[in-house]
């Protein structure tokens, strides 16, 4: 089989590019890559290729530096004296009018377990309060903390106690 080419008056044939065939010169087209390809295989440029970038000029106008962070985190507390194990009632001096009754807190245990319970009632202590049958641990009319449940472990003067609500949760 040879070539059907044939004349055609004020024509002429080009190779198409993209297939290698011949192809009349008026059922060409000249692509913006240069090619010369049939017009049935013509694709117009890609009009994203033509979008330009805009400057995002992103400086604040009267700018300050940030202020220097300030710890605002849970309040750690110390217990002034020993709180033998099933203690209800804890010694924790000054703190007791910061840990009101209602409050979730958390008390270091010795054996390093944290045990989290309820305040019941937060005051000073009478000589009409008792802790396992014994007086009021530490010295009468300081603040004290009377628990929802007993401690299941010892606590030993200067264990951390701090208020949960000030805790922040961790990430998930």
Known sequence: MGRKLHFKMGSFYRQDDRSGFPQRAE????????SIVDERLWEIRQPQDLVRG??????????????????????YFSLVATAPAQALL???????????????????????????????????????DFVL????????GAGHLTLAFPLPYHAAQGNQVFIHAQIPPLPA
């Open 90 to 128: 804890l010694n924790v001096g000054a703190a007791q009018p910061l840990i009101a009754a209602g409050s979730e807190i958390g008390i270091v245990l010795d054996n390093g377990d944290v045990f989290t319970t309820t305040v019941v009632r937060s005051g000073s202590a009478t000589l009409g």
């Open 27 to 34: 059922r060409t087209k000249k692509e913006w890559t240069g």
């Open 54 to 75: 805009v400057p995002d000029f992103q400086s604040v106008p009267d700018a300050r530096p940030l202020a220097p962070n300030a710890f605002v985190g849970p309040q």
């Open 133 to 140: 049958g014994e007086d009021v641990l530490g010295d009468i």
